[in-house]
């Protein structure tokens, strides 16, 4: 290729619905490296996608994406070839393929090194704790000493914070084509300036910032966990979709006092936040959320219930994050309570977690899987309301 390129592992949702639009808004190609046999196949028959850009109004913008090349994962020299000459590198294929694509960067690297000794910058687009140092371990284990070297002094291991919604396509946004990827019409897409090699081309939607870390905890406390509290709590009263959760005077009153609670733990963290930017965020978030046209539903931002119940993730660590800084995570903790009562039974993590309800009781669960004592004050709380949403009082 001679065009200006990128090198983005995984066309999925992510990939091709948003990165591949914020490149293609960049007059930049992508190249798509993808597991994916059949979707190669069809993508480059095809030599384009439809992307349908979904408003807050309602109304959507329907966009073809063009300027991108597709790879088989199978195809390691072209890949290789590639990598040693691109911008920079992106992943979007899920925490748990990591390891598969770790080798194939590997690869490239040690093509780069011969041919094109620039630095090298490769932006983790996944939802993984730690995903840049955690990949960078992964690729370093596949690279001679001498190879190592370059890894530590010219490649840079990005974190991204993801944020544009992708819901799955089906039937409720009519007779789409099979390649069609729907998703909101937001581009923004923070990263950690401080850990790029080198320098970056201008890029629509790529925000650099100084405090990765705020941004990373905002997304995780306010998006993710505002999420999952309209999702489980709309679940509970029987809604289907988010906008439908939001809309609900009983959930909302949850959601933001949920919103409440950390938002003063945030302050309390990073009091040099400014508080303007911070109302504004909000705002088009909950506007966001209330979008009717995305039509996305309860049970697939509530999926995988384990996951979401994890010490570390969205509900039970930003509960912890709001006790941190000396907050009280009353209605966190009712989103808690009904993420365990997330029944839906089309998902196999809803369906284990129901099990062991059955079997070992609530405060075994709460204890294994949240890692929370049935006896400190947020076990308590969640406890208390966990038998309450049992009752249908919420």
Request: net charge negative; aromatic share 10%.
């Amino acid at each position: 290729m001679v065009q200006p390129y990128v090198v983005q592992f995984g066309a999925g949702n992510i990939g091709r619905g948003f990165i591949g639009h914020l490149l293609e808004e960049s007059g930049i190609w992508t190249v798509f490296v993808e597991a994916n046999e059949d979707l190669v196949v069809a993508l480059r028959e095809r030599g384009s996608y439809p992307l349908r850009l979904l408003r807050r109004d309602g109304t959507f913008e329907d966009v073809t994406i063009r300027h991108f090349e597709v790879l088989s994962v199978q195809e390691e020299e072209v890949v290789a070839k590639r990598i040693a000459h691109a911008l920079f590198i992106l992943t979007a294929v899920g925490a748990r393929n990591l390891p598969h694509v770790a080798p194939l960067v590997a690869l490239g690297i040690r093509q780069r090194i011969m041919h094109n000794p620039k630095p090298l910058n490769i932006f983790l687009c996944e939802n993984l704790k730690d995903a840049p140092r955690v990949f960078e371990e992964m690729v370093r284990e596949h690279l001679t000493s001498e190879e190592r070297r370059f890894l530590r002094e010219k490649v840079g291991f990005v974190g991204t914070v993801i944020a544009r919604m992708v819901p799955v396509v089906s039937k409720r946004f009519g007779d789409l084509d099979p390649l069609c990827v729907v998703a909101e019409a937001y581009t923004r897409l923070p990263f950690d300036v401080k850990a790029v090699k080198g320098s970056l081309p201008p890029l629509v939607g790529f925000e650099g910032t100084e405090h990765f870390t705020a941004e990373e905890e905002r997304k995780l406390f306010f998006h993710n966990l505002g999420h999952a509290v309209l999702a489980y709590l709309g679940y509970r009263l029987g809604h289907a979709y988010i906008h439908e959760a939001l809309g609900d005077s009983r959930v909302a009153r949850v959601f933001s006092g949920a919103w409440g609670e950390v938002t003063e733990a945030f302050f309390r963290k990073y009091p040099f936040w400014d508080k303007r930017e911070h109302e504004a965020y909000l705002c088009d978030l909950r506007e966001r959320f209330a979008n009717p046209a995305m039509m996305d539903t309860v049970t697939r931002v509530g999926r995988d219930p384990l996951r979401k119940l994890a010490p570390e993730d969205r509900l039970i660590g930003g509960a912890r994050f709001c006790l941190e800084q000396g907050v009280f995570p009353e209605n966190i903790a009712c989103g808690c309570a009904a993420a365990l009562l997330y029944d839906f039974p089309e998902d196999a993590e809803a369906r284990v977690l129901q099990d062991m309800l059955t079997r070992e009781g609530v405060v075994v669960v709460l204890e294994r899987v949240c890692g929370v004592s049935p006896r400190e004050p947020l076990g308590e709380r969640i406890l208390f309301h966990f038998e309450r949403l049992k009752k249908g009082v919420l």
